[in-house]
């Protein structure tokens, strides 16, 4: 399954500064030649992989980049200074189309990998240059030249992090609309009516996860009821997993029942998705009174006997949800740290 954040932004690499006029002007040397220099380069915009980004949400913040211009040429032969490249940072494994062509500009699969995206407008040419034997005091100079401009498509095939398991109106869209920034498109999926929703969570600039709603896993989908199978199969590549329940089903069925219901689905499709952080988020504690839902909640862990973390929450109110994201954010870095930790002491 391919998931897919897309972003569209423009880039414009810096103009060149322009070519000077000018004349030698000095006491006792009445005939001065022409000293006009050379205006800088503008700077150009370049794309750079980054490994510790993992989504394009930013971008949906600022989607125009302009890279300095180069300074004008000066008297005395002197050149105008060169403006400074622009780079933007990418997660890797971003690819780089050119939106007018429909090109792909290219694919940035390593850290710290570069790729120009446009260049900046070479300097003008001062009046030093067109010396001639025939013309001695040249009026002529050249403009800097533009720089490039680009619309650019960043496109970067996203894993979730994080999987919401629970079940039908549980609340897990809402909460994912409650928490996310940015809800990227799924490509390539064959069934376009029940696709999970995906949602880029950016709980601090530059810091982000993918959380995935699995929808429709009900009792008998790791026999392959449903479409549960397909989605239990793509969670086994998140992380961590969120596991919703209502506080008090409209059904009138128990919480603590619909909890191991979803757990013995998990345990007979892959016993392994069991080993997974798991965090119980009992949900929608707006509709008991504050007492009664502490109570019933406490109630709930201790039926259960859960020993993981769990949260009273209401995706609706967005009660509690911004709590549990910045805990997840922290617990995946935690995850990044001793994989590198364990990967480095290989
Ligand atoms: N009172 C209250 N209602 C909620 C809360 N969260 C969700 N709901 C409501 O519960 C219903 C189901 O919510 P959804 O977010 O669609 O649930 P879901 O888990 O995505 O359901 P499926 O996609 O069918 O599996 C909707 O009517 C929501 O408005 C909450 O925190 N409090
Ligand atoms: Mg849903």
Same mark, same amino acid.
């Given at each position: ?145 533009? &720089?490039?401009?680009?619309?650019? $498509?960043?496109? =970067?095939?996203?894993? !979730? /992090?994080?999987? *919401?398991?629970?079940?039908?109106? +549980? ?100 016993? &392994?998705?069991?080993?997974?952080? $798991?965090?119980? =988020?009992?949900?929608? !504690? /707006?509709?008991? *009174?504050?007492?009664?839902?502490? +109570? ?51």
């Amino acid at each position: 399954m391919k998931l897919v954040d897309e972003v569209e932004i423009t880039v414009t690499a810096g103009k060149g500064g322009n070519g000077c006029v000018g004349f030698r002007r000095e006491k006792f040397i009445p005939l001065g030649g022409p000293d006009g220099g050379d205006g800088g380069d503008g700077g150009s915009v370049w794309i750079q992989a980054d490994e510790n980004l993992n989504t394009l949400v930013d971008f949906r913040h600022q989607t125009m980049f302009r890279a300095q211009r180069g300074e004008g040429g000066m008297g005395r032969q002197m050149y105008g200074k060169g403006g400074d490249d622009l780079v933007i940072v990418v997660p890797v494994g971003t690819v780089v189309h050119n939106v007018t062509t429909d090109e792909v500009i290219g694919d940035l699969t390593a850290h710290e990998q570069r790729l120009l995206v446009a260049r900046g407008g070479k300097g003008g040419l001062g009046n030093m240059h067109f010396k001639s034997s025939t013309n001695r005091s040249p009026r002529q100079s050249t403009p800097g030249e533009e &720089g490039e401009e680009r619309t650019l $498509r960043l496109e =970067l095939k996203l894993l !979730a /992090d994080v999987g *919401l398991l629970g079940f039908p109106n +549980a609340g897990k869209s809402t909460l994912i609309r409650a928490v996310s920034a940015a809800t990227p498109k799924v490509a390539d999926y064959p069934f376009t009516t029940l696709y999970p929703n995906l949602g880029v969570v950016s709980v601090e600039p530059a810091r982000s996860f993918v959380i995935a709603d699995i929808p429709g896993l009900i009792e008998g989908a790791a026999d392959g009821a449903g479409l549960g199978a397909l989605f239990l199969r793509h969670i086994q590549r998140t992380r961590l997993l969120l596991h919703l329940v209502e506080i008090q089903p409209l059904d009138g069925t128990d919480p603590v029942e619909q909890v191991r219901a979803i757990e013995r689905e998990l345990e007979k499709f892959d016993t &392994g998705l069991l080993d997974k952080p $798991r965090w119980l =988020l009992i949900n929608k !504690a /707006d509709t008991l *009174l504050p007492d009664e839902a502490e +109570a019933e909640a406490a109630r709930i862990v201790a039926t259960l006997g859960w020993n993981g973390p769990w949260f009273l929450v209401s995706g609706l109110a967005h009660d509690g949800t911004r709590e549990v994201m910045l805990k997840v954010q922290a617990a995946l870095d935690e995850l990044d740290r001793s994989e590198r930790e364990a990967a480095d002491a290989l």
